[in-house]
């Protein structure tokens, strides 16, 4: 059974930081990524990575967030820098694995002050 834990989010104030975490469990897992929904919009891809380091970026994060993995932990994290007041949403840690199942987890809120 797959399980997703994911950490790090909260209230920050425009400028500051923020690092989330998705602990995986249950399998391993080709591509591991974070989307996020702000709220009245769609869910949308902020960042991926593969199991050979290969990243995906939004162009709205780009040089801003950093996606990493931990392959021996099964961890995804997503550093990010420089909030804006558009990056507040729900975060979602997603993870595909081998077979091309896909699995969600139940999300962290990320909040950024003006």
């Known amino acids: 059974q797959v399980q997703l834990v994911e950490s790090g989010g909260g209230l920050v104030q425009a400028g500051g930081s923020l690092r989330l975490s998705c602990a995986a469990s249950g399998s391993t897992f080709r591509t591991m990524g974070w989307y996020r929904q702000a709220p009245g919009k769609q869910r949308e891809l902020v960042a991926s990575?593969?199991?050979?380091?290969?990243?995906n970026y939004a162009d709205s994060v780009k040089g801003r967030f950093t996606i990493s993995r931990d392959n021996a932990e099964v961890t995804v994290y997503l550093q990010m820098n420089s909030l804006k007041p558009e990056d507040t949403a729900v975060y979602y840690c997603k993870v595909r694995n081998w077979r091309a199942y896909e699995y969600w987890g139940k999300g962290t809120q990320v909040t950024v002050s003006s």
């Open positions: 990575i593969t199991s050979g380091g290969s990243t």
